[in-house]
């Protein structure tokens, strides 16, 4: 029975190459686009599975599970194309049982392979050679591996020939890639010891000039190529593969299939390009080069330029379409990138009248050259729809916005009165209940003292204090909610003037002084030594730094410090008033300068209304500044106010 094969793919040739492969050894074939696989792929099914490179990374996921196929292959990318390589190293490191077939791989040893999978699975995978690297130039050398690693190579490197030796009595070398000359030998001389570490280890020189090196000698000792500087890194991967091939013949002692090599190479370039420039063919397809040169066309082209296929090809892709369309279709092949596909539009110059097309863009491999497919659609029955359409459509809206927009602002109003009243009623019923059940439970308190003649004046006194600053707390919540209800309606007083901004904060500490002594914090001033003439209203900002002041006070702890820093930025005024608190979690830094708001880690146990911060911050938008939190590094919280020093 024959082994039921998986190619899931993007376009690649690779893939083309392998299907074909994977046919002439008798496999039964399904050959999918990446695209697929989100309609669901049972991969129980298939003997063998191949992943193209180019699937975009997101796609791990659902291939996670083949991480225990016995029989998975990855078709790796060219490895100067640094951005399909790193999605292909994703995929190589999230699937290690997968066989890596590259793209400068012969067909033949491409069969080879696939034989050993089919009959023994992953566990005879192509073994890759282990290179030392060696060369003076420190430079050149780490270019020379940048390019070896690319291609998924085991690579060390030494610049000296007793380096590179100590190298080799750690680890077994394969291949050794050496410069000529060095100071303490020369790279044959070194080879033969290297031998003697390694025996099976196979040599590639390179020179600048191929005189210095004794052909004779170097063919003695086993040297097997001499590259002449300078060399380009696809000669130095091509040296390097026939030289781990004719190891691996040695080693493996086989044949390697030849049959039918011609055959199959016409075979796999004529399968890909028929498959790619024909499908679809009553549309107009053109396979073009990315400088726009048009390599070949369809008969469904010819008609629609009105050109003959030589006249086809001697013109570039760019110059048949109006100025801007070429320009955007230039930028989009410029950026394709990993996605291999885009769609844009396009227009066609003609004598009878302009025709809009729709161009679909598939980048392809054309003979190891980065190439594009297009295929045309004609959307000029389209183009009439849609502005019909369009206009039809602008008709309505307005018809519509018309009829609705008095019913809107209503519903609008009406939600959002509703969301006032009940933020309102939810924070107001508490705030009001707390202090009022306070005062009544101690005037019964004390009622109940005096009915049974027990009167004592410390117990009275006690109630008393306890009424007393429950009644205080009520009515600096009915301040705090006429002075919002006056800002909101836009009648609270504001009569600005310069003022000494300095002698404002120093007033607002001498207010709070008392709190502060209680409690044994010390406040650390920084201000100017010249006066700060800022134009405000002395009342208001007055407020301000007393709440600023009380705050930082009610949430520090004892024997702590406040500092409070002014400084002038530009014609700006900068105050920012730290404490050593508990501070802000960093998602409430914003919320607790709403109305009826604290933070979560001083609502507890602190008391409070929320109105102050909304107040504060209803008073510096009136001076047309801004004010903000931040917490400190090492605990609290700062806050920060910046005011124009003139509002005119």
């Given at each position: 029975?024959s ?12 893939a ?17 686009h ?15 599975i191949a ?11 659902l ?5 225990e ?11 100067d194309?640094n951005?399909?390589?790193?999605v ?5 490191k ?5 066989i ?12 080879h392979?696939?034989?050993?999978v ?10 890759l ?7 003076h ?11 070896l ?10 610049t000296?020939?007793g ?15 050496s410069d000529f000359?060095?100071?303490?030998g ?12 390694s025996?099976n280890c196979?040599?590639l ?14 063919i ?8 002449l ?12 593969h026939k ?5 691996l013949l ?10 039918l ?10 399968d ?7 499908k ?17 066309a369809?008969d ?5 330029l ?7 090809q ?23 990138g ?21 161009g ?13 497919a297009?295929?045309?659609k ?26 609705t ?9 009406a939600?959002?009165?509703?969301l ?7 924070n107001?019923s508490?705030?009001?209940r ?6 009544l439970s101690f ?16 117990k009275?006194q006690k109630?008393?204090?306890r ?8 009515l600096?919540?009915l ?9 909101d309606?836009?009648?609270f ?18 207010d709070?002084?008392?709190?502060a002594l ?30 600023l002041?009380?705050n930082?006070l ?12 002014v ?46 911060l ?29 005011l ?5």
């Amino acid at each position: 029975m024959s082994n039921k094969v998986l190619i899931i793919d993007s376009n690649s040739v690779l893939a083309m190459r392998l299907k074909v492969l994977f046919e002439l050894l008798g496999g039964q074939v399904e050959h999918i686009h990446y695209n697929m696989l989100d309609k669901g792929i049972t991969f129980t099914h298939y003997d063998v599975i191949a992943i193209a490179h180019g699937i975009p990374s997101h796609y791990l996921t659902l291939l996670s599970s083949l991480k225990e196929h016995c029989k998975l292959i990855l078709l790796a990318p060219k490895p100067d194309n640094n951005e399909h390589l790193e999605v292909f190293s994703q995929f190589n490191k999230a699937l290690p049982n997968g066989i890596v077939v590259y793209p400068f791989f012969a067909n033949k040893e491409i069969t080879h392979l696939l034989e050993r999978v089919l009959e023994v699975g992953a566990s005879q995978r192509l073994v890759l050679p282990t290179v030392l690297l060696v060369d003076h130039d420190a430079i050149r050398l780490e270019l020379l591996a940048i390019s070896l690693r690319g291609a998924q190579l085991t690579v060390f490197t030494a610049t000296t020939i007793g380096s590179a030796l100590k190298v080799a009595s750690k680890d077994h070398i394969d291949l050794l890639i050496s410069d000529f000359n060095f100071e303490d030998g020369t790279g044959v001389e070194m080879f033969v010891q290297l031998k003697g570490l390694s025996p099976n280890c196979r040599c590639l020189l390179f020179t600048s000039r191929a005189s210095q090196v004794d052909m004779m000698e170097a063919i003695r000792q086993g040297v097997e190529d001499v590259l002449l500087k300078p060399f380009d890194e696809s000669e130095l991967l091509q040296s390097l593969h026939k030289l781990w091939q004719t190891e691996l013949l040695r080693r493996q002692n086989q044949e390697l299939v030849e049959r039918l090599q011609e055959t199959v190479d016409a075979l796999i370039e004529r399968d890909s390009l028929l498959r790619v420039i024909y499908k679809h063919t009553p549309d107009p397809i053109v396979l073009f080069k990315r400088s726009g040169a048009i390599i070949e066309a369809n008969d469904a082209s010819i008609r629609l330029l009105n050109l003959s296929q030589s006249e086809i090809q001697a013109r570039s892709l760019y110059d048949l379409f109006a100025t801007d369309c070429t320009d955007s279709l230039k930028l989009a092949i410029k950026e394709v990138g990993i996605k291999w596909h885009f769609n844009c539009e396009l227009v066609l110059p003609q004598a009878s009248g302009d025709i809009p097309l729709m161009g679909t863009f598939n980048e392809i491999d054309h003979h190891g050259e980065v190439a594009f497919a297009v295929i045309f659609k004609n959307v000029a029955h389209l183009k009439k729809k849609q502005q019909v359409l369009e206009e039809a459509k602008e008709v309505l809206e307005a018809e519509v916005q018309a009829r609705t927009s008095q019913l809107q602002s209503a519903k609008d109003a009406a939600e959002a009165a509703n969301l006032s009243k009940s933020e309102f009623l939810a924070n107001m019923s508490h705030e009001l209940r707390t202090p009022m059940h306070s005062i009544l439970s101690f005037a019964r308190f004390g009622l109940d003292r005096l009915s049974s003649g027990e009167a004592p004046i410390d117990k009275l006194q006690k109630y008393l204090s306890r009424i007393e600053t429950s009644g205080e707390r009520l009515l600096l919540l009915l301040n705090n909610l006429l002075d919002l209800s006056r800002l909101d309606a836009g009648r609270f007083p504001f009569n600005p003037s310069n003022y000494d901004f300095t002698s404002i904060i120093k007033t607002g500490i001498d207010d709070v002084a008392g709190s502060a002594l209680a409690k044994k914090i010390q406040f650390e001033l920084c201000v100017p030594s010249a006066p700060i003439l800022l134009y405000c209203d002395q009342d208001q900002m007055n407020q301000v730094v007393r709440n600023l002041l009380g705050n930082a006070l009610k949430f520090s702890p004892e024997n702590s410090q406040i500092k409070v820093a002014v400084d002038l930025i530009g014609n700006k005024v900068a105050v920012a008033i730290s404490d050593q608190g508990v501070g802000i979690p960093d998602d409430e830094l914003e919320q607790v300068f709403s109305k009826f708001v604290q933070s979560s880690k001083t609502n507890n146990g602190a008391g409070g209304t929320g109105l102050g911060l909304a107040i504060c911050k209803e008073f510096i938008l009136l001076h047309k500044g801004c004010i903000y939190a931040s917490n400190n590094e090492f605990g609290g919280a700062t806050v920060h106010i910046e005011l124009p020093l003139s509002q005119h």
